[in-house]
């Protein structure tokens, strides 16, 4: 059965930007720059970006290009006891796919709300208690269901659905050729009004302020390669599955590049909306910016809805900003759906139409989950150690497994010879040593951290069962369907 192909390289660029540039690029780089040294920050990202972003998608475009196949299939050609470290990451991108919907339903509802700026005055009441309505609840006791959270999931769900559903050519790339110009777009107009409003100026000053002696700090350089893993998009199955469909005199090291470049240059712009605002909200409540600031969903739902009631035109700044963060979100999500769909593709040799009905349908029901009282908590909960426990471990075990037990250099040298340009050692150098010595710093630290202390306050019952317990279940999953279903069907491989 021949594999589908991108219509064209820009929607195939399009397509993988759509799949990185997500919420977190919104809410979650300007924070960490903030955090973690302002304009000094720049230096360990593009140092991380250099040895670990580019070399990464290079080798994660040049397997999926080379291997054609999702990710078990890929594992399972470099090496046959392997396959169930492709159906971990699939398992880590249905999770995120299921949980991650909650947001974009969220900012669904606020694109709605923010015509008349319906969230008031009080935007953190408002969030957690008129529209959460969260209450006493737990990750184990989340209470009733709400259907002004369940609707709008549901139309994000729909949206994904008809994307996937048609296909690499007829739905994913189309859907990626309007949003994401469309994203860029909106940025850019919503750029140009706030950085002309008073005190933007200091809002950018405090991000782009350098404090050089954040670089002595391994932290700093820590936070700046999780934030680069985070947010490419590598490691869970996603642009295995999207560069396997490159046509076949396609160029992979100049696409990696590209798409590299363009993610991490639309944080940075992120990071001038987001200060430009606060720098403005911080100067209208005569406060400093360190007062106003907050990171993760109280920066996107309880602190720029207090900022758009300031801004001049509201009603017209508003609904720009949230749809901006409706369509980053689900160009994100119909990656991570896509990737799901096409692992099962391969693997049961289905359709892509029975594929898409049967993971969008499971996806749902179980996102339901995150349509209640408790939702907020559980999303919490399962978030971080999705990203900080198994995503981490998944990149761990992906660079070791291609910086060593198999020949990289065969990759680089497929890469090279089909690129405008060619890499040269560097790649190899990155991929065995400085990759996989920073991640694993990082995934020791943040194991040991949890162990010791927990997180979030949450019992530790609840800590073991969907915390430790989700990862171990997704680690014995992803082996049992690898040795309980039949080898995945050959697909045609690049010379």
Same mark, same amino acid.
């Given at each position: 059965?021949?594999?589908?192909?991108?219509?064209?390289?820009?929607?195939?660029?399009?397509?993988?930007?759509?799949?990185?540039?997500?919420? !977190?690029?919104?809410?979650?780089?300007?924070?960490?720059?903030?955090?973690?040294?302002?304009?000094?920050?720049?230096?360990?990202?593009?140092?991380?970006?250099?040895?670990?972003?580019?070399?990464?998608?290079?080798?994660?475009?040049?397997?999926?290009?080379?291997?054609?196949?999702?990710?078990?299939?890929?594992?399972?050609?470099?090496?046959?006891?392997?396959?169930?470290?492709?159906?971990?990451?699939?398992?880590? =991108?249905?999770?995120?796919?299921?949980?991650?919907?909650?947001?974009?339903?969220? =900012?669904?509802?606020?694109? !709605?709300?923010?015509?008349?700026?319906?969230?008031?005055?009080?935007?953190? =009441?408002?969030?957690?208690?008129?529209?959460?309505?969260? !209450?006493?609840?737990?990750?184990?006791?989340?209470?009733?269901?709400?259907?002004?959270?369940?609707?709008?999931?549901?139309?994000?769900?729909?949206?994904?659905?008809?994307?996937?559903?048609?296909?690499?050519?007829?739905?994913? #790339?189309?859907?990626?050729?309007?949003?994401?110009?469309?994203?860029?777009?909106?940025?850019?107009?919503?750029?140009?009004?706030?950085?002309?409003?008073?005190?933007?100026?200091?809002?950018?000053?405090?991000?782009?302020?350098?404090?050089?002696?954040?670089?002595?700090?391994?932290?700093?350089?820590?936070?700046?390669?999780?934030?680069?893993?985070?947010?490419?998009?590598?490691?869970?199955?996603?642009?295995?599955?999207?560069?396997?469909?490159?046509?076949?005199?396609?160029?992979?090291?100049?696409?990696?590049?590209?798409?590299?470049?363009?993610?991490?240059?639309?944080?940075?712009?992120?990071?001038?909306?987001?200060?430009?605002?606060?720098?403005?909200?911080?100067?209208?409540?005569?406060?400093?910016?360190?007062?106003?600031?907050?990171?993760?969903?109280?920066?996107?739902?309880?602190?720029?809805?207090?900022?758009?009631?300031?801004?001049?035109?509201?009603?017209?700044?508003?609904?720009?900003?949230?749809?901006?963060?409706?369509?980053?979100?689900?160009?994100?999500?119909?990656?991570?759906?896509?990737?799901?769909?096409?692992?099962?593709?391969?693997?049961?040799?289905?359709?892509?139409?029975?594929?898409?009905?049967?993971?969008?349908?499971?996806?749902?029901?179980?996102?339901?989950?995150?349509?209640?009282?408790?939702?907020?908590?559980?999303?919490?909960?399962?978030?971080?150690?999705?990203?900080?426990?198994?995503?981490?471990?998944?990149?761990?075990?992906?660079?070791?497994?291609?910086?060593?037990?198999?020949?990289?250099?065969?990759?680089?040298?497929?890469?090279?010879?089909?690129?405008?340009?060619?890499?040269?050692?560097?790649?190899?150098?990155?991929?065995?040593?400085?990759?996989?010595?920073?991640?694993?710093?990082?995934?020791?630290?943040?194991?040991?951290?949890?162990?010791? #202390?927990?997180?979030? !306050?949450?019992?530790?019952?609840?800590?073991?069962?969907?915390?430790?317990?989700?990862?171990? =279940?997704?680690?014995?999953?992803?082996?049992?369907?690898?040795?309980?279903?039949?080898?995945?069907?050959?697909? #045609?491989?690049?010379?």
């Amino acid at each position: 059965m021949k594999r589908e192909q991108w219509g064209s390289r820009a929607g195939f660029i399009l397509a993988a930007v759509g799949s990185a540039v997500g919420l !977190g690029n919104i809410w979650r780089f300007p924070y960490m720059a903030y955090e973690n040294g302002g304009g000094a920050f720049f230096i360990p990202y593009l140092f991380a970006m250099l040895t670990a972003g580019i070399p990464f998608m290079i080798m994660e475009f040049g397997l999926g290009k080379k291997l054609r196949g999702s990710s078990p299939v890929v594992f399972s050609k470099l090496n046959t006891k392997f396959e169930w470290l492709g159906w971990f990451q699939v398992l880590i =991108a249905a999770t995120i796919g299921i949980y991650y919907v909650a947001v974009i339903g969220w =900012a669904i509802s606020y694109f !709605g709300f923010s015509f008349g700026q319906d969230w008031g005055t009080d935007t953190n =009441a408002f969030f957690f208690s008129d529209y959460l309505k969260l !209450g006493e609840n737990s990750p184990t006791s989340l209470g009733d269901w709400q259907w002004h959270i369940a609707i709008p999931m549901i139309i994000a769900w729909a949206i994904t659905y008809a994307a996937v559903f048609r296909g690499v050519k007829g739905g994913i #790339e189309k859907a990626s050729k309007i949003m994401m110009p469309l994203l860029f777009v909106m940025v850019l107009l919503l750029i140009g009004r706030v950085v002309m409003l008073p005190g933007a100026l200091d809002g950018l000053n405090y991000l782009f302020s350098p404090d050089f002696s954040k670089l002595a700090d391994a932290s700093v350089w820590s936070a700046a390669y999780g934030q680069i893993f985070f947010t490419l998009s590598v490691g869970f199955a996603i642009m295995l599955a999207y560069s396997s469909y490159l046509p076949e005199k396609s160029d992979v090291n100049n696409n990696a590049l590209m798409t590299v470049l363009i993610n991490c240059g639309f944080s940075i712009v992120a990071g001038v909306l987001i200060f430009s605002i606060l720098g403005y909200m911080a100067a209208e409540q005569s406060k400093g910016i360190t007062d106003v600031v907050s990171g993760g969903v109280g920066l996107a739902f309880v602190t720029l809805p207090a900022a758009i009631n300031l801004l001049p035109i509201p009603y017209i700044l508003g609904p720009l900003f949230f749809l901006a963060l409706v369509v980053a979100g689900l160009s994100s999500h119909i990656s991570i759906i896509e990737a799901v769909t096409s692992s099962i593709m391969d693997k049961l040799n289905v359709t892509r139409q029975k594929a898409a009905t049967a993971v969008c349908g499971v996806g749902f029901v179980v996102s339901m989950a995150f349509a209640t009282n408790g939702g907020l908590l559980l999303l919490d909960l399962v978030d971080y150690f999705v990203n900080n426990v198994a995503l981490l471990t998944s990149c761990l075990l992906e660079l070791l497994l291609v910086g060593w037990l198999v020949k990289l250099s065969d990759i680089r040298q497929y890469a090279n010879r089909i690129s405008e340009f060619s890499v040269g050692q560097w790649m190899e150098i990155c991929i065995r040593f400085i990759s996989p010595i920073m991640l694993a710093v990082i995934l020791v630290k943040n194991l040991i951290d949890t162990f010791n #202390e927990g997180y979030g !306050g949450y019992a530790q019952f609840e800590l073991l069962t969907l915390g430790w317990g989700l990862v171990a =279940a997704m680690l014995v999953v992803g082996i049992i369907v690898n040795s309980t279903t039949p080898p995945a069907r050959d697909m #045609e491989t690049d010379a």
